[in-house]
């Protein structure tokens, strides 16, 4: 089954001297679990994002009408901030990789299974 691993993390944490060597020693540990689970076939797709404010949410209202709006859909502490696609068995072992996939004090891993339309 498919899932996708969503990582949430604040964006300060990435700020200033001590953020921007947070940040390097972060992604030296994405590139390892992205390589590991690449060679075990397990890893489908998955990348790190800009920033929020780099975000357009396009909103529909109930009669179908859009509006573009500057920024994420959610303003929370956290932000979205990359994710993975991953192709495991079961839940279990989607919430095994997702417990390894480092984030920033703080931050968050969602693990969602996708639906199956074939």
Do not use: C, W
């Not at 076939?41 to 500057?70: E, K, S, V």
């Not at 979205?80 to 480092?102: C, F, M, Q, S, T």
């Amino acid at each position: 089954m498919k899932y996708m691993i969503l990582i949430y993390e604040p964006e300060s944490a990435f700020e200033g001297e001590v953020g921007e060597r947070r940040l390097t020693d972060i992604v030296g540990k994405h590139m390892a679990l992205a390589a590991e689970l690449t060679e075990a076939g397990i890893q489908l797709g998955g990348a790190g994002l800009q920033p929020a404010h780099t975000a357009t949410t396009i909103r529909t209202d109930a009669a179908g009408g859009q509006a573009l709006h500057d920024g994420p859909f959610a303003e929370t502490h956290e932000q979205l901030g990359g994710y993975y696609l991953i192709e495991v068995a079961n839940l279990d072992e989607a919430i095994a990789i997702g417990k390894r996939v480092p984030v920033a004090p703080g931050g968050k891993v969602e693990v969602r299974p996708l639906m199956d339309h074939d």
